[in-house]
């Protein structure tokens, strides 16, 4: 939490920069979907990860898309109950040049009224007394900084998708700190 509370004072501040390094993307996501791999077991949760492609290198901020994946996978987890369903899912527009990650479970979902504040700082959107409201404020922080795009649908079944749209182009990034 006081990291959390530290980045958006950087937020408020202007100051928050991107560390950009060329990285492989299905790797870093299959790493973060890895250490999940204990609580899907835990919870019996069928857990699964796709990708059209086993490789593709891309310029991103890794301190930044970590806390972005393990705040939505935790999220994910949080709301799904056992014997659900989690599934983190890549894919690629290389006409349009992005990468779209997105983060699919059968749990509760959120209600239609609640949605149009998910991404609103301290709100708590669910039932759970453990949650800060600061998580999805600050990952909407982070995909924006990585001039990318944050949204949410409801999935069709049941739960909750939530997808993040990232440039794949490095042009994008010009002024950063490479």
């Known amino acids: 939490l006081i990291d959390q509370l530290l980045e958006f004072r950087k937020i408020q501040n202007n100051v928050l920069t991107l560390d950009l390094e060329e990285t492989d993307i299905i790797v870093f996501l299959k790493e973060i979907f890895i250490s999940f791999q204990s609580i899907a077991e835990q919870k019996n949760i069928e857990y699964v990860f796709s990708s059209e492609t086993d490789s593709y290198k891309m310029f991103i901020d890794c301190r930044k898309l970590d806390k972005i994946m393990y705040n939505l996978l935790s999220n994910a987890f ?14 690629f527009d290389f006409k349009r040049q992005t990468c779209l990650i997105s983060v699919k479970d059968n749990g509760m979902g ?3 009224e ?62 950063e700190n490479f």
């Open 110 to 112: 959120i209600p239609k």
């Open 114 to 175: 609640k949605q149009d504040i998910l991404f609103k700082r301290f709100m708590q959107i669910n039932f759970s007394s453990s949650g800060t409201g600061v998580g999805l404020s600050l990952v909407k922080e982070f995909v924006e900084v990585h001039k990318g795009k944050i949204w949410y649908e409801s999935n069709q079944e049941k739960g909750s998708i939530f997808n993040v749209e990232l440039s794949t182009s490095a042009d994008l990034y010009h002024g």
């Open 78 to 91: 949080k709301f799904t109950q056992k014997n659900g369903r989690v599934e983190l899912v890549v894919a």
